[in-house]
């Protein structure tokens, strides 16, 4: 036996022997891609929430050194298909190295994409992320060595932003859904935009249920979770939701939302013209899992590339399917009740055709809308220094013209 063991290992020795012998080139290249792979994860052990360039070129060698040895086997092989897929491969790394060059060797990110750790059903697993009940967030911006702005969020029990100024004489709601300029990044509780339309009225009490990343999908998911009439005290009253143009690539999970901010957002497919809840992005979409790999690929951020390449008719049609079955929702869990998209003005938005085909498809769908995009010649005296958000003379502003227009409406 012991004999048989000895024979075989001598055997396979040869034989290992022969074959580095034949292919020295390959096997060079392929341990040493093996090596420096090794020292890229040594270095990269060094830091937890980074990537920093010398683990990228690390990587970078690696990659070409293992590449090439592959190339070199199955060419040696004569399996030439095989071989020029590798040769393929190579190009487009040698592609990725020159746009890593080009782009200064940017430090990556170190992202894992991990959900947070709460219950099912907890509002926050709901909507992909809420603010702290009952809490008084501060937040600080800094933009070098100046203070871009310095604010507090009051958060009541139910996770969304105090309106100060609650007057129990008033008989109707106003709700404001949206993201950040709706909630009010960088103002004061008494300087947001749902705090502005309740001072320009003396009947409407705000509520304001924005926060920031938010998209369309965030509101249904809101109304989908909560009977919001349970918490809400006036039975008759207007919804607001305050579109910003950006919601329709958070809406759909589009690579560049979904990596900054959006992987625990509320995820939907539509059946039958109806938006379905599938989970979150993370976890009911296999796209995101490609989209975790390749969105810090330096040939895509180079040529500014983000999936999908461009807004088609289904990103439309599930946008105005989630506004449709929010206002469905609105005005199953109040009585006498209005809903609007209100069209916010912003640096850029849509194409003039992309605008106008989206206005004809809520027309289409019976939703109405306050076009809000031209009332001003939106430019740096509307925002906070620094910072892109309205700052707090705009929001008065769009406060009470959204005002004016709705009285005009009744």
């Not at 090794?38 to 990228?56: D, F, K, L, T, W």
């Not at 009439?229 to 607001?240: D, I, Q």
């Not at 220094?385 to 013209?401: M, Y």
Request: proline share 3%; net charge neutral; charged share 20%.
């Amino acid at each position: 036996m012991k004999n048989s063991f000895a024979y075989f290992s001598r055997a396979t020795g040869q034989k290992l022997i022969s074959f580095i012998s034949r292919h020295k080139i390959a096997c060079i290249a392929l341990l040493t891609g093996g090596v420096l792979w090794i020292a890229s994860s040594a270095v990269q052990s060094r830091h937890e929430s980074i990537i920093p360039p010398v683990v990228s070129l690390l990587n970078y060698t690696a990659y070409f050194s293992l590449l090439t040895g592959l190339f070199q086997l199955f060419n040696k092989a004569n399996k030439l298909g095989i071989a020029r897929v590798f040769v393929f491969a190579i190009l487009l790394l040698v592609l990725e190295v020159v746009c890593f060059f080009l782009l200064g060797m940017p430090t990556k990110e170190h992202n894992e994409f991990i959900s947070g750790d709460v219950e099912p059903d907890h509002i926050a697993a709901r909507l992909g992320g809420v603010p702290f009940g009952d809490s008084v967030l501060h937040s600080v911006k800094y933009v070098g060595q100046d203070i871009c702005f310095d604010v507090h969020y009051t958060i009541n029990s139910e996770c969304i932003r105090v309106t100060p100024g609650y007057d129990s004489t008033r008989n109707e709601h106003a709700l404001f859904f949206g993201c950040s300029i709706a909630f009010g990044e960088g103002l004061e509780d008494n300087q947001t935009l749902a705090y502005n339309f309740q001072q320009a009225s003396d009947t409407y009490n705000a509520y304001n249920y924005a926060f920031s990343g938010y998209g369309t999908n965030h509101m249904l998911a809101r109304l989908q979770y909560q009977d919001l009439s349970e918490h809400v005290k006036e039975e008759n009253g207007t919804a607001f939701y305050v579109f910003f143009w950006d919601h329709i690539y958070r809406s759909i999970g589009a690579m560049s939302r979904y990596t900054k901010w959006g992987h625990d957002a509320p995820y939907y497919t539509l059946e039958n013209g109806k938006p379905i809840r599938n989970g979150s992005f993370k976890n009911g979409r296999f796209a995101s899992k490609i989209f975790e790999e390749i969105y810090q690929l330096n040939t895509l951020k180079y040529f500014d590339v983000d999936f999908p390449l461009k807004l088609n008719d289904s990103h439309y049609q599930m946008l105005v399917a989630l506004i449709k079955e929010s206002k469905a929702i609105y005005e199953k869990q109040f009585k006498e009740t209005e809903f609007y998209v209100l069209l916010y003005p912003t640096y850029e938005g849509p194409s003039d055709w992309s605008f106008v085909k989206f206005k004809k498809m809520l027309d289409k769908e019976n939703i109405k809308y306050i076009d809000l995009f031209n009332v001003i010649n939106f430019g740096p005296e509307h925002t906070l220094v620094g910072d892109g958000h309205p700052n707090k003379e705009t929001s008065e502003l769009i406060g009470k013209e959204l005002f004016k227009r709705i009285l005009e409406m009744k």
